[in-house]
């Protein structure tokens, strides 16, 4: 390539796009030669194609996200990525609504509302049916009531379950457990009412109710009062929720895992997964992880290994665990787990990987925390103290894996400071003790710890 060194105005002149079969370098002139030829206009339109997307995200944030969102639905890594963008920009994802959900991403009252068509076991036909006994008789009241409006050889029984475990009834009955008891009777009473309409029968209360009539519109409006229900129950554990909201939706929407760890992680792991393309190889890194599946694999010596599917609030990446290595902590592998994790980068064809190299529950964790005033946070000699005390309890820089975070504080803030990996150290009650014993103050924290 050449270096453009002056430019001179012709006016408007004419262009053409170049097509070549095969590569091809072009000659200019004096024997240099210019490869990766583009013509004005390629770059123009690129150009203005980067000015009208810019525009749009810059002026209508939540159009655009949405937008983005329902183009690329079927990528799960991709539609992560783009939720974390929208959390990061304010924007709030709402789950599936039976009342409000369309069939793509909608924006709506400033957050951006998850649609059927994302949703597993969730097909064109049920969403048309939905879509359309919601438009021609108003929001549904209850299961008992979705039941019976909605046409339920469109609507199966999986296609509900889906429903409810993804929290699209949430805002009718939040208790998902409650609901799944109930669809066992209310769905084979719903059938039963419309074979019944289907035969031109109808029952006691349907006729006082002027429900012993062809046009739905016209049905007896409270007669899914009178659908049974099973015995109350227990709503599911919050983390059977999230897990059955990602098994159908891909990833998590009415919380994470991981999010009320968002303030003390970063202290842990200055970088997140979506970074880690940028990492030298061979770097010690250190992630806090839900792990979402684990391969078992054997290799040609009969050795056991794993390959892990891991995710962080901001995308999914995966993750080798060699031999050796799993055969330490092989017990800890289990899915829907929260983990730190520590390891390196590896780059095999063009493939991004985490070499895992140790892992701990985030629930069994600790921290040192050395409190700071701001005379000692500036003081040359104190930090000197300090260090000498921490490097004198890191020991074996591969065992030392326990972080330490500097808290400064002051009368009207409090700043969390993490110390390097070099100043990791091993026990966290003796470090805690040699602190103490050199006028520090210092306490042990846990990371899940409020």
């Not at 799960?76 to 939720?83: A, G, M």
């Not at 519109?217 to 983390?239: C, G, H, I, W, Y």
């Not at 409190?371 to 000197?384: D, F, K, T, V």
Request: glycine content about 6%; charged content about 25%; proline content about 4%.
């Amino acid at each position: 390539m050449i270096k453009i060194v002056t430019r001179k105005y012709l006016g408007k002149q004419n262009v053409y796009d170049i097509g070549v079969e095969h590569d091809h370098n072009f000659a200019i002139k004096n024997g240099l030669i210019a490869s990766n030829c583009f013509n004005k206009s390629h770059s123009t339109a690129y150009g203005y194609v980067t000015y009208q997307t810019a525009y749009l995200k810059a002026n209508y944030p939540l159009e655009y996200m949405a937008a983005l969102l329902t183009a690329n639905s079927g990528d799960t890594d991709k539609v992560q990525r783009y939720i974390t963008n929208c959390t990061n920009m304010g924007i709030s994802i709402d789950p599936p609504d039976i009342n409000r959900s369309g069939i793509d991403f909608t924006p709506t009252a400033g957050k951006i509302l998850f649609g059927f068509s994302a949703v597993r076991n969730v097909g064109q036909n049920a969403i048309a049916c939905i879509l359309e006994a919601r438009n021609e008789t108003g929001e549904f009241k209850s299961l008992a009531d979705f039941c019976d409006r909605v046409d339920l050889r469109a609507v199966n029984r999986r296609t509900l379950e889906s429903l409810i475990y993804c929290g699209a009834f949430d805002k009718i009955e939040p208790n998902r457990q409650q609901l799944i008891n109930d669809l066992e009777l209310v769905y084979d009473w719903a059938q039963s009412r419309a074979k019944d309409r289907a035969s031109g029968q109808g029952n006691l209360l349907d006729l006082l109710g002027d429900g012993f009539s062809s046009n739905p519109n016209k049905r007896a409006n409270n007669a899914f009062e009178t659908a049974p229900k099973s015995k109350p129950v227990m709503d599911l554990p919050p983390q059977k929720k999230l897990q059955m909201e990602k098994e159908l939706l891909g990833f998590y929407v009415s919380d994470h895992p991981l999010k009320s760890l968002r303030q003390i992680a970063p202290l842990l792991t200055p970088i997140n997964l979506s970074q880690l393309g940028e990492q030298r190889e061979e770097t010690r890194l250190c992630a806090v992880v839900m792990l979402n599946n684990v391969k078992k694999v054997v290799t040609k010596k009969g050795d056991q290994m794993a390959i892990l599917q891991i995710e962080d609030l901001t995308t999914q990446s995966e993750a080798v665990v060699f031999p050796k290595t799993y055969e330490r902590i092989s017990s800890l592998l289990q899915v829907d787990t929260r983990l730190i994790i520590w390891g390196k980068v590896d780059r095999r064809d063009e493939q991004t990987q985490f070499i895992l190299e140790d892992a701990e529950p985030v629930e069994t964790v600790q921290m040192v925390m050395v409190e700071l005033n701001p005379q000692q946070a500036g003081n040359i000699e104190e930090l000197h103290r300090l260090k000498t005390i921490l490097q004198e309890q890191s020991g074996d820089k591969e065992k030392a894996k326990m972080p330490v975070i500097g808290i400064i504080q002051t009368e009207n803030s409090r700043k969390l400071v993490r110390l390097g990996w070099q100043f990791c150290v091993q026990d966290s009650r003796i470090t805690v003790q040699a602190l103490q014993n050199a006028s520090f103050a210092a306490h042990i924290k846990s990371l899940t710890s409020s």
